[in-house]
C-alpha cells in the first residue's frame, strides 16, 4: 500500500517563501519520478514540478520557473518542493505524485499514486 504524506503548507505573504515536504512509503521510490502538482479553488489541478528517480532531469510548469526549487532525498522517500517569491496566485492545494516509472511526468493522467494535499496560501 502506497501512502504519501505532504507537510510545510501553511500561510505566507507575498514575497515570502515555504518548502513542502513529501514522505513516501509503502514501496521503494529511488526507481520512480516524483513531482507536485496543484489545484486551486474552481480550478483543475495543475503540474508544478518533477523529478526523475536520479534527480538528474527536474522539469517546471512556466507559472514557477525560476522561483520553486524540486528536489529529492532517495534514502528518505521524500521529495521536496522549495517555493520562493510567492505570489498570491501560487495559493492552491499542493499534492505530492509519483509515477510508476522513471521519467518524469507532466499530467495528471500519468501520475500513479496521490497524497492527500496539503495548503499553501500566499496572501497579497
Known amino acids: 500500500q502506497v501512502h504519501l504524506v505532504e507537510s510545510g503548507g501553511g500561510l505566507v505573504q507575498a514575497g515570502g517563501s515555504l518548502r513542502l515536504s513529501c514522505a513516501a512509503s509503502?514501496?521503494?521510490?529511488?526507481?520512480?519520478?516524483m513531482g507536485w502538482f496543484r489545484q486551486a479553488p474552481g480550478k483543475e489541478r495543475e503540474f508544478v514540478a518533477s523529478?526523475?528517480?536520479?534527480?538528474?532531469?527536474?522539469y517546471y510548469a512556466d507559472s514557477v520557473k525560476g522561483r520553486f526549487t524540486i528536489s529529492r532525498d532517495n534514502a528518505k522517500n521524500t521529495v521536496y518542493l522549495e517555493m520562493t517569491s510567492l505570489k498570491p496566485e501560487d495559493t492552491a492545494v499542493y499534492y505530492c505524485?509519483?509515477?510508476?516509472?522513471?521519467?518524469?511526468?507532466?499530467?495528471?493522467?500519468?501520475?500513479?499514486?496521490w497524497g492527500q494535499g496539503t495548503q499553501v496560501t500566499v496572501s497579497s
Open positions: 505524485a509519483v509515477r510508476n516509472t522513471y521519467s518524469a511526468f507532466t499530467f495528471v493522467t500519468e501520475v500513479g499514486w
Open positions: 509503502g514501496r521503494t521510490f529511488s526507481s520512480l519520478a
Open positions: 523529478i526523475t528517480r536520479n534527480s538528474g532531469s527536474t
